[in-house]
């Protein structure tokens, strides 16, 4: 059997990945930070025998040890935080040094199949296009541009990292996954701050949403492309856009409003000026002003070609992952 190590196996879109796998008859090697995720993944997991290992992106400790009987890296490990940090640097060391370790070790130990998550974040800001075209999986953003946000440089910086490695050893196959907005129900209570903006449109504390589009796709596709990724020639060199749509937030917020009418779910959009005064006041706002008047979409359609499946519908998503947090409370 084809053995996998998943960095990060405790994430939200980790855990999916690792059912995915345990369901197509691969072993997994879950690494984890701490005790906490392990117990997090027994508790999902209770009859696999997993194997898990504890690395940390910071530090080289126990990188060579993981890789003994590994055949495919898996490498999903990257800082996503709620809000941007006071130092980018918080951001991007981790990313770009954890992939790098990643990577290092997998080729000491003669691995060669590697499947990276980055992000459209990697893509949908480059400053060689105009603002308003749609981008592909040709286009990067540039992690230095006045509008690029700490997030988005730390993955197109980790992504570039690797397919510069891969370039310097070309007998490493690489493909990398680069989800838009990822929705879906969380497998347990524990998944950090990848609903964060669901949350906020579902506890009223926003006047309004604004006035941008963004691609989103379902947690359960982004786990299927990593997996079928895996034994499908096709995609190795390829960069994959993860986007099962694209939508302007406002029509996002009326999906959950019309699931939720008794919530004060905000349905109209901000005037720019309004978004940037109000940003000064509710910093989840301020990340927002950065994208006013850009394009957001990323065309995602190769991916489904290539793996054989069909996108689970956007606002679909958005509803699993509203009817996961209410039935949890928030």
Known sequence: MTTVLVTGASGFIAKHIV?????????????????????????????????????????????????????????????????????????????????????????????????????????????????????????????????TAAYEASKTLAERAAWDFVALHPEMKLTTINPGGVFGPPMDEHFGASLFYIEQFLSGGLPGVPHMNAPGVDVRDVARMHVRAIDNEATVGLRFPAVAGVE???????????????????????PSWL????????????????DLGRNMAVVGTDAPEVMGFEYIPLHESVRASAQFLVEQGK
């Open 19 to 147: 059912r995915e796998l345990l369901e197509n008859d691969y072993t997994v090697c879950a690494s984890v930070r701490s005790q906490r995720g392990r117990d997090q993944l027994t508790a999902l997991f209770p009859d696999a025998q997993l194997t898990f290992v504890t690395l940390d992106l910071m530090k080289d400790d126990g990188w060579a040890e993981a890789f003994e009987g590994v055949d495919v890296l898996l490498h999903t490990a990257s800082p996503f935080p709620s809000e941007a940090p006071t130092d980018p640097e918080e951001l991007i060391r981790p990313a770009v040094d954890g992939t790098m370790r990643a990577l290092q070790a997998a080729h000491s130990a003669g691995v060669r199949r590697v499947v990276l998550t980055s992000s459209c974040a990697a893509i949908y800001k480059d400053k060689t296009k105009p603002k308003m075209a749609i981008s592909t999986r040709d286009n990067w953003t540039d992690p230095t541009g006045p509008d």
């Open 248 to 270: 302007y937030l406002v029509d996002l917020t009326k999906t959950l409003k019309e699931a939720y009418p008794d919530h004060k779910i905000p349905t109209r959009e901000l």
């Open 275 to 290: 978004l940037r005064f109000t940003s000064l006041f509710i910093p989840v706002l301020r990340a927002a002003t950065n």
